[in-house]
C-alpha cells in the first residue's frame, strides 16, 4: 500500500486546514486509518484514528472537538479536518495504515501497530 499525504501548509492560530491521504495498491475498506505528527525534536505521536466503516474514531485528547478524521473508501481518501489550529498543532503529519483486525471498537494508537506509512505534510500555525 502506498500512502500520498497533502493538504498541509501554514495557517494562523485559529485557522484550519483539511489534510488528504490518497491510498493506492490496496482498498482502504480493508484496513483502519489513523494519522500521527511529529514536532521538531519530539517523538511521533498518536493524533486520530477511523475503524474500517467510519462508525469509530479515536483522537488524541488535545484535538478533540477540534479535529475531525473521516474516510471515503470509493475514493480510496482518508481525510483529517483540523479547524481552531494552535501553534502547538506545528508538526508533519503522516497517515498510516494498519491491516489488523480486532475485536469491538478497539483503535491502534502506537506506531508500531500500523504497517503502511505516508511521506508526511507539513503544518505549521503562527501565533
Known amino acids: 500500500v502506498q500512502l500520498q499525504a497533502s493538504g498541509g501548509g501554514l495557517v494562523q492560530a485559529g485557522g484550519s486546514l483539511r489534510l488528504s491521504c490518497a491510498a493506492s495498491?490496496?482498498?482502504?475498506?480493508?484496513?483502519?486509518m489513523g494519522w500521527f505528527r511529529q514536532a521538531p525534536g519530539k517523538e511521533r505521536v498518536f493524533v486520530a484514528a477511523?475503524?474500517?466503516?467510519?462508525?469509530?474514531?479515536g483522537y488524541l485528547d488535545s484535538v478533540k472537538g477540534r479535529f475531525t478524521i473521516s474516510r471515503d473508501n470509493a475514493k480510496n481518501t482518508v481525510y483529517l479536518q483540523m479547524d481552531s489550529l494552535e501553534p502547538e498543532d506545528t508538526a508533519v503529519y503522516y497517515c498510516?495504515?494498519?491491516?489488523?483486525?480486532?475485536?469491538?471498537?478497539?483503535?491502534?494508537?502506537?506506531?508500531?501497530?500500523?504497517?503502511?506509512w505516508g511521506q508526511g505534510t507539513q503544518v505549521t500555525v503562527s501565533s
Open positions: 477511523i475503524s474500517r466503516t467510519a462508525d469509530t474514531t
Open positions: 495498491g490496496r482498498a482502504i475498506s480493508s484496513l483502519i
Open positions: 498510516a495504515a494498519d491491516r489488523a483486525a480486532y475485536s469491538g471498537y478497539w483503535l491502534p494508537r502506537t506506531r508500531p501497530q500500523y504497517d503502511y
